[in-house]
């Protein structure tokens, strides 16, 4: 039995505290508040209440053998963001190094966000990561920190998370209001159960490398995924958007590879989108009348 704190145990640490806790570990869910909404059940772990961002909250935590790190920014500005991947990062090694405890693994979540646009071309974990947002930049930071421990330290890059309760593309396509992309580009995902599954099966070994890209074993073209959708749900394709590729955080187009992630043996529920968006489809109700 294993003793794992999960610092930012919202919506993924929550499913990767259920897998840990029903697997037999002990496991400390750490939040800064309660729950918007009650949990189904009780969660196989304790749940501490702290602030990343206030060392003074941090100082009687318990002993523990690994850390998931999944915390994530609380705004979209930068200084939320800083809070969230390097102040907090920061002050959680603070806490647990004061305590003179021995520490087997720290595990960061962070985004495969920080390789921003690629050219629609396929990257893995010898890509240099060229972020042109202050998020990535901001996460790359956080990584750093990470991988400064030697073994110790684990990043994890996850592609974008999507399952039960995270279903923006899916509703959009729904209600009308999706459009499809004005210029091709490559999207990736990975279900939050495969992604909770990932964490859970990395942290169970001796890791054989520092960094892996968690996403799915197909990466598709954003028009394909909306007409599916479309299709599937039996509405109206999505007509396309008139606005020039891009946005705040800058276009993101790349076909990111999981080879290393399936290497180590892991398989995934839903290897694709049409495996997960298709269990979410069959589990919900339509929004249509």
């Not at 806790?21 to 750490?30: I, S, T």
């Not at 729904?174 to 159960?193: C, K, V």
């Not at 276009?251 to 968006?277: I, W």
Request: glycine fraction near 12%; proline fraction near 9%.
């Amino acid at each position: 039995m294993r003793r794992i704190l999960i610092a930012g145990c919202g919506w993924l640490g929550t499913r990767l505290g259920e897998e840990l806790g029903r697997a037999g570990h002990r496991v400390y869910g750490l939040r800064r508040a309660e729950p918007r909404s009650p949990l189904e059940g009780a969660p196989p772990f304790e749940t501490l209440q702290a602030d990343l961002r206030d060392p003074a909250t941090l100082r009687r935590l318990p002993e523990v053998d690994q850390v998931v790190y999944c915390a994530s920014a609380s705004g979209g500005g930068e200084e939320a963001y800083r809070d969230a991947y390097v102040l907090g990062i920061r002050h959680l090694l603070g806490a647990l190094e004061a305590q003179g405890a021995p520490l087997e693994r720290f595990v960061f979540t962070s985004s495969t966000a920080v390789h921003a646009d690629e050219g629609g071309t396929s990257i893995d974990e010898t890509n240099e990561p060229r972020p042109s947002h202050f998020g990535g930049k901001l996460l790359l930071e956080g990584e750093r920190s990470i991988l400064s421990l030697g073994d110790r330290g684990l990043v994890l890059r996850l592609s974008g998370l999507y399952g039960p309760g995270r279903e923006q593309l899916l509703r959009s396509v729904e209600s009308g209001e999706a459009r499809l992309p004005s210029a091709p580009r490559w999207t990736n995902r990975i279900h939050r159960d495969d992604a909770a599954s990932a964490i859970a099966s990395l942290l169970g070994r001796p890791p054989e490398h520092p960094l892996y890209l968690v996403s799915d074993d197909r990466p598709a073209p954003l028009e394909e995924v909306m007409l599916w959708l479309a299709e599937r749900l039996g509405v109206p394709p999505p007509p396309r958007s008139e606005r020039p590729p891009g946005g705040r955080r800058g276009r993101s187009d790349k076909r990111v590879s999981n080879e290393r992630l399936r290497a180590s043996g892991l398989r995934l529920r839903y290897p694709s989108y049409r495996e997960g968006y298709g269990a979410l489809i069959e589990a919900r109700s339509p929004l249509r009348g």
